[in-house]
C-alpha cells in the first residue's frame, strides 16, 4: 500500500471527502477518468495526489 500527502489547500473536510468517496476503491485508471470531470477544485489537487502515488509505488517497485 502506498501513500502519499501534498500540502491541501483550505477545504472543508466535507467537500474532500465527497470527491475521494467517489474514487474509493477504484482501478487508478477509473480513479482519473472520474477525477477529470468532477467539477470541484480539490479534484485537482486529489488527482496531482493519485498521479504522485502511482509514479512512487513504479517507482519503489522492486525496492526492499
Known sequence: SSTSRLGLPRVS???A???LDLIRGKH???AD???QFVERDIAII???ALAS???NASN???QD
Open 13 to 15: 473536510a466535507y467537500k
Open 17 to 19: 471527502r465527497e470527491v
Open 28 to 30: 487508478v485508471d477509473e
Open 33 to 35: 477518468e472520474i477525477l
Open 46 to 48: 486529489i488527482r496531482k
Open 53 to 55: 502515488a502511482v509514479a
Open 60 to 62: 519503489n517497485d522492486g
